[in-house]
């Protein structure tokens, strides 16, 4: 193997990486990997990554983001969330990770996410519905189906990252 083709493909494993990495953060890695994939898999004439791969990789990569979306939006309507409660959700995640990263760094990032999105949400129910009760039940149920759905996110995409991997080297 040449330097250059040693380097392309050292780069080609940071960006899979890469993928996995922000994945945790809630961006589209899975996309990222597919797209790391498909640029291979042109360059080296679709030698070790076949149109088939591809293609499962694509479905995979689909599949693992509309689920996540599927199953964030399915816990938050059983939760009975207001629209507002959603936003709160977003704004109060980004706000928590970037209050505790600088302290915590790459955890700090994941605790700031999760704790900001449960302090947003809750906050706005409470002024929504005046009712303690009735705001900390909406909570568990919205973030466990945003949960559950990054998760599955994540396993597909680590999936996805081990199939191009052990289809490169083998």
Known sequence: M???ATAALT???LVLMIGLFITVFGLPGSLLIFLAALFYA???GFSPLGF???L????LAFFAEGLEFLLGMWGAHHAAASR???AAA???GVVGMMVLTPWLYGPGALIGLFAGAFTGVWITEMIRQ???KSAFRAEPRAILGWTAGSLVRGALTVGMTVVILITIYS
């Open 42 to 44: 042109v360059a080296t």
């Open 2 to 4: 040449t330097p250059l």
């Open 52 to 54: 088939q791969t591809i």
């Open 84 to 86: 507002r409660g959603l």
């Open 130 to 132: 005046w009712n303690l």
């Open 56 to 59: 499962a990789l694509l479905l």
């Open 90 to 92: 977003g704004v109060g």
């Open 11 to 13: 780069v080609f494993i």
